[in-house]
């Protein structure tokens, strides 16, 4: 990330840099005396192998702590003792680890230790947002802290290696998974790729407190048909490399350990078998050296996927670059035979291997195979205080202001207030998908974060409204993973009649509508993205009480609220915040916290707009802006009969309980040529009446191109804390790095001719500067 110049108001005070956005670690111990130790040491355990022992290496079993797919691996303990596993995952706790690193290390015959994975994926214990939360805060420092904290805690409790960040762009909220990445823009998930990366990582992989890193799913998992889990992906390459391919390619640059392929398919052939993802982008044009591993399965359901038998994808995959098979033994049960009939190279299995083995020469194992892991220190470090601490912070920063009418928020802490909604008293959906190390007893639910933060001046009273969903069966499918929704079988009638009730004794209502945590997440799509009609039925029944009502929205997607947003007069949406969710929502809706998230994803006003996105094409025949702005239709222009171009709420948006007035941008120059670069600035001054932060966006626009470009791409943001009162101009520089783009050759560069500044509180909202940028 460049360097950002902040300039305070009125040029008086003095200039100061911000902080690179992410602090990258300097990993000085890469050296080259390094890298020829770590070559010959392979080298000399690679010739003592025995080919059973080469393939041992590439198998990765799930213990089956929990279980994240269709099959789990048996009789784990004898394979380790014949050589025949190179890593474990899905087991949980210093000792238990060590106890089985003792059986590779003590009853093997070469004493090669195992890899411990585990899906970290926001946070271990101490649980963070989910990862659409987390990027939802726009504070790469905040991200980058979040990884430490899940690597602190992961890395003493036995945990060596996490398959996080998953970096795949999504423009489909049907998809359940939206959830676990970091929405829908190439050049913030690029951000946040290295802040993740950087944080698990750190400085140093062998250190004790580091963890290596896996960018997933490599790649366009976001992108599936019709939003079904595990579809079909068919795209262009232009756009490939423009718009999908940039976070994985961030967390290579940032040095990410290890790669896991894609369930889907990318040009007709399966991620996992598709060598020209897996060795030609990946390895000859990014550089990457580590391993790819493969999903859940993913070799075997090459067969589903109708490229061969299990012999022949085992065979592919490893052709294809796949160094890792997780789960299905495709490798262990069929690669000596291919190697036998000459179907793959011993060269193609020692590659495979060397690349397992010089991770685990990397994360220190050959020197100390316990050194993840310690159960004393776990108890210290694993959901310690401090680490809460930070959790709440983060969850607080998250949080997105959609709406904020009269200024019902932040709530007085007076009075009464009547606390409604399913998940009010819920500890299992606080974290959010994906939070296996999870302790669900200790998560804060809103009730709770309310009470201890808040209840000595208020009272709050609660009750449920009604269940998450009408329908008994749906429910119980959304109640995956043990995450109960404490259904309540009395009939519906009865449950609206408790809250109204509960709401007439009150002076205000909050109102925790949404999705349950399981209802986003992996195998969790949806044909509706609305709020389930049970809620919708409650949040009427409560309008008409006329008090005035604070929602609470639980999502881990975008969500088309459109016949919901004028019911409550502000709505915070709260995602899943993780395990001190109940005590950042309370800080937030009473102002200990101003709210500063933003959308890392558009909100479409209804399904039908899917995929809706703030950087597409202008399209032929766009609609005039006058037109988009007023929602009026036009014949033969691109727009709908029924339905605005606009979304509900754009890419980048998000409220404040201060206001925050933009004015007087100016670009350096706008002439500029060759590789000069211009700073690009605007005045941006709190007007309202708290303190708080803005997160201050740049876009560019390429209007003309050798290819047809977006009609804005972002290229840059601040988070600018302001005090009441205070201003502050906010400059960017932009160079033409800013400018490059893959043309329809995928050459990367970028071309001379008119560019348009942008620069807004959201990407709908923006000042705008032409500039004429020569070669
Ligand atoms: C998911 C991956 C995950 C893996 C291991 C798969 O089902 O797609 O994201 O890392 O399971 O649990």
């Known amino acids: 990330m460049k360097k950002l110049v902040l300039v305070a108001a009125l040029g008086l005070a003095p200039y100061f840099f911000a902080q690179e956005m992410v602090n990258k670690p300097v990993q000085a111990y890469q050296t080259e005396q390094y890298k020829s130790k770590k070559k010959a040491f392979v080298e000399s355990l690679l010739a003592k192998m025995t080919v059973d022992e080469k393939i041992g290496q590439l198998n990765l079993p799930s213990a089956g702590d929990f279980t994240t797919g269709q099959a789990q691996s048996s009789n784990i303990g004898k394979k380790i003792e014949d050589g025949l596993v190179g890593g474990l995952f899905n087991i949980k706790g210093a000792d238990k680890i060590r106890a089985v690193q003792k059986v590779a290390i003590e009853k093997s015959r070469l004493k090669i230790p195992l890899i411990f994975g585990m899906d970290v994926i926001h946070g271990y214990e101490t649980t963070f947002p989910i990862p659409l939360g987390l990027a939802a805060s726009w504070d790469m420092n905040l991200i980058q802290q979040s990884a430490r904290v899940a690597a602190n805690e992961a890395s003493a409790d036995g945990i060596s290696w996490t398959f996080s960040p998953m970096t795949d762009i999504s423009r489909e909220p049907r998809w359940g998974r939206i959830s676990e990445g970091s929405g829908e823009d190439p050049y913030l998930g690029s951000e946040i790729a290295k802040a993740m990366v950087y944080g698990y990582q750190g400085k140093d992989l062998s250190l004790s407190n580091t963890i290596m890193a896996c960018v997933k799913h490599f790649a366009l998992y976001g992108a599936g048909e019709a ?35 894609s369930f889907n398919e990318v040009d007709g052939m399966p991620a996992t078998g598709n060598r020209w993802l897996q060795t030609e982008v990946l390895r000859n044009q990014w550089g990457f050296d580590g391993f790819v591993v493969t999903d859940y399965t993913g070799i075997n359901e090459m067969v589903d996927h109708g490229v061969g038998d299990l012999q022949q994808v085992s065979a592919l995959a490893l052709k294809a670059g796949i160094d890792m098979d997780m789960v299905g033994e495709g490798f262990l049960t069929t690669l000596k035979k291919s190697l036998q009939e000459g179907k793959v190279t011993q060269a193609e299995i020692d590659l495979a291997t060397r690349r397992v083995l010089e991770a685990k020469y990397d994360l220190g194992l050959f020197t100390d195979p316990y050194r993840y892991g310690d159960a004393k220190l776990a108890k210290k470090e694993v959901y310690s205080q401090k680490n809460r601490d930070i959790a709440r912070n983060v969850a607080a920063q998250s949080m997105v202001l959609m709406k904020n009418e009269n200024n019902v928020l932040p709530l007085k802490a007076n009075g009464t207030v009547a606390v409604i909604g399913p998940l009010v008293n819920n500890k299992q959906n606080m974290t959010g998908t994906w939070s296996v ?17 808040f209840g000595k001046n208020v009272k709050f009273i609660s009750a449920k409204g009604a269940n998450i969903d009408y329908d008994e069966k749906l429910e119980n499918i959304y109640a995956a993973h043990g995450k109960i929704t404490d259904r309540d079988n009395r009939p519906k009638e009865v449950l609206l009649k408790e809250a109204v009730d509960v709401a007439n004794k009150a002076d205000v209502i909050i109102l925790a509508i949404g999705e349950s945590a399981e209802m986003s997440g992996e195998s969790s799509s949806r044909t509706e993205i609305t709020i389930p009609q049970s809620q919708i039925d409650l949040l009427h029944e409560l309008k008409k009480t006329g008090k005035p009502i604070a929602m609470v929205l ?83 222009r691109a727009n709908y009969m029924d339905e605005c171009n606009t979304p509900l709420y754009p890419f980048g948006y998000g409220l404040s309980y201060t206001q925050f007035a933009y004015s007087d941008m100016n670009v350096t120059n706008t ?24 997160v201050v966006q740049l876009y560019i626009r390429d ?22 009162g205070e201003s502050k101009r906010v400059t960017f520089t932009i160079t033409p790095e800013d400018l490059k783009f893959y043309n329809h050759e995928l050459k990367y560069d970028w071309e001379p001719g008119e560019f348009e500044i942008m620069i807004g509180t959201n990407s709908a909202e923006v000042q705008k500067t032409k500039i004429n940028w020569s070669k």
């Open 437 to 453: 190390a999870a302790q669900h007893a200790n998560s804060v639910t809103l009730m709770k974060g309310l009470q201890d933060n």
């Open 703 to 724: 209007i003309v191109g050798s290819n047809t470009r977006p009609v804005k791409e972002l290229k840059g943001f601040q988070k600018v804390f302001l005090k009441k």
């Open 227 to 261: 939003g079904m889990d595990y579809n079909t992906v068919d795209m262009s390459r232009v756009r490939m490399f423009n718009e999908f391919f940039p976070p994985y390619k961030a967390a290579v640059d940032a040095g990410v350990g290890s790669v896991m392929a």
């Open 554 to 636: 639980f999502t881990g997607r975008p969500l088309a609220l459109t016949n919901v947003k004028d019911l409550p007069d502000a709505i915070l949406n709260v995602w899943f915040a993780g395990s001190e969710a109940g005590n950042a929502i309370a800080d937030v809706l009473y102002g200990k916290v101003n709210p500063s998230g933003k959308l890392p994803v558009t909100f479409p006003r209804s399904l039908g707009q899917v995929p809706i996105y703030y950087n597409h094409k202008n399209t032929g025949r766009p609609l005039s802006q006058e037109k988009v702005d007023k929602c009026e239709y036009e014949r033969f």
């Open 671 to 694: 002439n500029p040529k060759g590789n000069q670069t211009i700073q690009a600035s605007i005045n941006l001054r709190n007007t309202g009446n708290y303190d708080g932060a803005e």
